[in-house]
């Protein structure tokens, strides 16, 4: 008897935990519903650091991209008001005034100097404005200012590993490399920005992958040619007037120095050594084709591009991020890194 009615008393009282529950939950979805329902356009604003930058330039198109598609299947207007900072910080920081002022719902901001990252933070949180930070990444320190501060892009470190493997992987297979065959790699490295973590990181562990795998190296020289072609090749004239056929390796930050360390030599009589770049445009992959650039590895723009626009999206829509997204320490989103090989260089093996 007794027993029967302790199973009575509480099934009654787990049917009705069971409805309260069932109650929360549809209570969290109709109160998303009205979110969704009030919101009928979104406005993305969104600076760079400079627009003609290759790499940024990929982001950009990829993004408008991708704001049309979104707009398109979710069947809201999307606008991206976009700035270009053409590399000055007073510019940049002008910029996001304005879009503050226009009344965006998101700033996507790729930062011209990564160390004022508080600034800008201090700037959205007292309009309530989150902010997604991308390609030039600010420290931990400012990214923990805020709860509504984000970062997308890729881990640097990883990029110099993987164009280091490059090196390695050849190095093994062909020896001649080392043309002076002294056992060691002659090399100089074509800088990013001073102070970007690209710059900074890919170096080190490019070299440091290199040398871990046993193969010596000898640094002729290095030095920064912010990310660009022409600045690459006036450095690259430079050094082969000191250096000359002593190089036999040109270690660059990005795909962009490489093709102007190419365009170096192309003026020249001499041979060309090995070059490693990073991001995988177009033009790199189709030297490296023609046999002019060892490899490079490929930065993920696309991917990156679509992560922005989905992140930006959903902080508009006023969703659970921390629920939605698969964010690394709850702020962080970062697409991978890959070798690219030439089709020949595949061919052969
Ligand atoms: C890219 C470079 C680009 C730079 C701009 C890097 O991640 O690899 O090509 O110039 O970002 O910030
Ligand atoms: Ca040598």
């Known amino acids: 008897m007794k027993r029967k009615y302790f199973f009575k008393r509480y099934s009654i009282f787990f049917c009705l935990l069971f409805l309260l529950f069932q109650v929360s939950c549809s209570e969290k979805t109709t109160e998303q519903q009205k979110i969704d329902n009030t919101i009928s356009e979104i406005k993305i604003g969104f600076t760079v650091y400079r627009r003609d930058d290759t790499f940024i330039a990929m982001i950009v198109s990829n993004m408008e991209e991708a704001v049309k598609e979104g707009g398109q299947k979710n069947n809201i207007k999307i606008t991206m008001n976009t700035m270009d900072a053409k590399g000055s910080q007073t510019v940049q920081n002008d910029h996001i005034d304005k879009l503050i002022e226009q009344g ?172 490693v770049g990073i991001d995988g445009i177009a033009p790199a992959i189709e030297a490296m084709e023609q046999g002019k650039l060892l490899g490079t590895v490929k930065n993920d723009a696309q991917m990156q591009s679509e992560l922005i626009f989905e992140l930006s999206y959903r902080l508009a829509m006023k969703e659970d991020i921390s629920k939605n997204m698969n964010l690394v320490r709850g702020k962080y989103i970062f697409t991978k890194y890959t070798i690219l090989k030439s089709s020949n260089d595949v061919v052969k093996e």
């Open 104 to 275: 965006c719902d998101v700033l996507c901001v790729n930062l011209v100097d990564r160390t004022v990252a508080a600034t800008v933070i201090d700037k959205a949180k007292a309009a309530d404005i989150p902010v997604v930070f991308f390609n030039r990444e600010p420290v931990k320190e400012d990214l923990e200012r805020w709860n509504k501060v984000y970062y997308v892009g890729a881990d640097a470190s990883e990029s110099g590993k993987l164009e280091g493997q490059i090196v390695v992987e050849q190095y093994q297979k062909n020896s001649n490399m080392d043309k002076n065959g002294d056992g060691k790699l002659q090399y100089v490295v074509l800088e990013g920005e001073q102070g970007h973590q690209d710059a900074l990181l890919r170096t080190e562990y490019a070299v440091k992958t290199i040398t871990d795998a046993g193969i010596q190296m000898d640094k002729l020289a290095g030095d920064t040619a912010n990310w660009l072609r022409s600045q690459a090749e006036t450095k690259m004239n430079q050094w082969l007037q000191i250096y000359g056929d002593e190089i036999e390796l040109i270690l660059c930050n990005n795909d962009d120095m490489a093709l102007g360390a190419i365009d170096a030599y192309e003026n020249t009589d001499k041979e060309l050594p090995a070059i």
